[in-house]
């Protein structure tokens, strides 16, 4: 199969208040949007997008409709994940996880949008010897 495009579509509530947390920070822009379904992409790099859609539209089918995005975690890889927790922490986002190296080569924090769907900022750092042996020698971050 040929995939020409790939992005996740979160199910929420308030499409229109997802939406404008997106734009607000995360540097979103609207393709498409309708009371019901927003079409987000990146107004840095068009091959990043996501998608809202409203829980209980007719759309989805009945085993799913009326569902939350439960269990979920977003990863943004940035350039410079310490600005990008600065500025997020003054805009008053919510911290889960504090802003942190890891050995396994990234450094991050993880935040939450208004549904409780997380969002892990991360930029990849070196990773430690023995976590650099696990990668494949094409992608060994740092």
């Known amino acids: 199969m040929k995939c020409t495009q790939y992005y996740p579509v979160l199910l929420c509530e308030d ?8 734009r607000r920070h995360f540097g979103f822009r609207a393709l498409f949007e309708a009371d019901w379904y927003v079409h987000l992409q990146s107004a840095e790099d068009e091959g990043v997008n996501l998608a809202l859609l409203q829980r209980d539209h007719a759309t989805i089918p009945a085993a799913g409709r009326g569902a939350d995005a439960g269990g979920l975690l977003l990863n943004f890889e940035v350039p410079d994940v310490d600005a990008v927790h600065g500025r997020l922490v003054a805009e008053g986002l919510p911290m889960l996880l ?5 050995d396994f080569g990234q450094r991050h924090f993880i935040t939450a949008d208004p549904g409780g769907v997380m969002i892990d900022v991360i930029t990849p750092i070196p990773p430690s010897e023995a976590f ?4 494949d020698a094409g992608a060994l971050p740092g």
């Open 98 to 102: 504090d802003l942190r190296s890891e």
């Open 132 to 135: 650099a042996a696990q990668f």
């Open 15 to 22: 499409v229109a208040a997802r939406a404008a947390f997106y």
